[in-house]
Each structure stands twice: as structure tokens, then as C-alpha cells.
């Protein structure tokens, strides 16, 4: 398994087709490094890869989930080279460079489920809303910070966080950057579930991980997909997508197995894809 500055990956339980990726920078609060981008992308497209992933865990070591960009990324990024358009044409290409990152959560066909601890904040929300699922303990809190650092948002909160909590909620977290708990995330739809410790965060996570990494890969991945081409699109548009998505893999062993093994009432078991 590779090896990361800025992230851990790891299996709890070999058997298991959840894997674990942790941001992993605890002293700093698992702020994001200019390390972190590049490591991120390899580490999703590596579980994306292999075939022993069915679920990917992201949280964060220590007692926080993401306290924001690191404020040297942040230097780094705004550096003047003296042209102003060609500082802003290098500074366009860099903020494209910091979304493809996060944008990299998406393109992977495993479900990624995001286990928020403590601190969300800034880039954490980013990164959040990116994820296919998100619950969190009742420590945790939130806020687009961004603002308050005299910033306009740009690796997807503003883009990625009206379709969650819906338009005036996002626009009023984001005008005003204040924190929230996690009981109002779960209030405005940003989380599924707030679980009342970490360790019962663990488990219950645990428990849905293993639960859709038990199902028919095929399945999984087709969901997320559509899910997300139809977020984009018209009902219509999206309609035609699934349509022909199910014409190529609709027909397949999973749904022979999974209809086995309802009709001899056992676990159906799924080849690895």
C-alpha cells in the first residue's frame, strides 16, 4: 500500500471491502498542506482501482476532521509574479488544480462516506460535500470560513452545497461563515445521521460501510454514477442516461445472484469488480 505525508490508508478488517482513508496531519488539525492535493487524487484513484475496495471511510485523525487550507497553501497560491495576467492566468490554473482534487471524490466509482469529528471547516466542507454520504458525531461543527478570511469559496462549497441544503441556506452559511452544530447540519440535510460519540460514529459507520460493501458492485457503482449525472441534468436527460446505463450492465451475474439467493432466502455473494 502506498505511502502518504498527508493521508493514511488502511483496512480494519482484511475480509472487509471498506477501506479507510484518514486525513492525516492531526498536530495541524488536518489542515490541507499543498501536499495533500496531489496525495489525495493518487489515494482515490488507487481504491478506485482496486478491486478489493467497495467503500471508502474518509475521517481524520485526532480529535478533528479538517480545520481548512493551510495558510502556506494559501501564500503559495496567491504569490505575484509582477504580470497581472499572467499571475491571474497561473493562479486560474492552480485553483483548477486544488478542485480537481476534491472533484476526485466524485470520479471514483466507489461510494465514499465521510465520518466528521470535531472541527469541519472551510476546505473541510469542501471536501465534504463532494462525498456520496456524510454523518457525524455530536462534537462536530461547521462553517464555510471563507468569507471571513476575505475569500470567495473555490473548490466546490458554492457549487456543490445549494443542491445539499438548499439555496438560501448555503447562500446564508456562506455570507455569514458562522458555526454550526452538528444537530443543524442534520436539521439542513448536510448530514444523514449525528451519532452521540465518536466511538459510536466508528460503529455505526462500521455498520452502513459494511452493508453497502455487501451488495452487488455493479449496483453500487451504477447508482453513484447516475445519481450524479442526474444531479446535473434534466429528469429527462437523466432518465435516458440510467436507460442506457442499464442496457450495458443491467444483464449480469449480480442480478442472477441477487435473485438466487432471495429465492433460496441466503446472503447473495458478489464476484469483485
Given amino acids: 500500500m502506498e505511502h502518504y505525508k498527508t493521508l493514511q490508508v488502511f ?34 484513484q488507487s481504491l478506485d482501482q482496486n478491486p478489493n475496495a467497495s467503500v471508502i471511510v474518509l475521517s481524520g485523525t485526532g480529535d478533528h476532521f479538517c480545520s481548512g487550507i493551510d495558510v502556506e497553501t494559501l ?40 465520518a466528521i469529528k470535531g ?37 466546490g462549497t458554492l457549487q456543490r452545497l445549494p443542491g445539499i441544503v438548499g439555496f438560501g441556506n448555503a447562500m446564508e452559511l456562506a455570507l455569514t461563515g458562522r458555526r454550526f452544530s452538528g444537530q443543524e447540519a442534520k436539521e439542513l440535510g448536510l448530514v444523514s445521521r ?9 460503529e455505526g459507520v462500521k455498520i ?12 453500487v457503482t451504477g447508482t453513484k454514477a447516475v445519481l450524479l ?15 442506457t446505463w442499464n442496457s450495458s450492465m443491467l444483464v449480469s451475474d449480480d442480478l442472477m445472484e441477487a435473485v438466487s439467493a432471495h429465492l433460496q432466502k441466503r446472503k447473495p455473494t458478489f464476484s469483485k469488480l
Fill in 208 to 219: 452502513i460501510a459494511d452493508g453497502i460493501a455487501a451488495k452487488s458492485p455493479l449496483a
Fill in 119 to 155: 472541527a469541519c471547516i472551510g476546505g473541510g466542507i469542501d471536501i465534504v460535500t463532494a462525498c456520496d454520504i456524510r454523518y457525524c458525531s455530536k462534537d462536530a461543527f461547521f462553517s464555510v470560513k471563507e468569507v471571513d478570511l476575505g475569500l470567495t469559496a473555490d473548490l
Fill in 194 to 202: 449525528v451519532f452521540g460519540s465518536k466511538e459510536e460514529l466508528d
Fill in 75 to 114: 501564500n503559495s497560491a496567491a504569490k505575484d509574479t509582477g504580470d497581472r495576467g499572467r499571475s491571474g492566468e497561473r493562479l486560474r490554473r492552480d485553483i483548477k488544480y486544488l478542485q480537481e482534487a476534491i472533484t476526485a471524490i466524485e470520479r471514483c466509482r466507489k461510494p465514499v462516506i465521510a
Fill in 229 to 243: 449525472r442526474s444531479r446535473d441534468s434534466s429528469v429527462e436527460q437523466g432518465l435516458d442516461y440510467v436507460a
Fill in 11 to 44: 483496512q480494519k478488517f482484511p475480509s472487509s471491502g471498506v477501506f479507510h482513508l484518514n486525513l492525516n496531519r492531526p498536530s495541524q488539525r488536518n489542515a490541507l498542506s499543498r501536499d495533500f492535493f496531489p496525495e489525495f487524487s493518487i489515494a482515490l
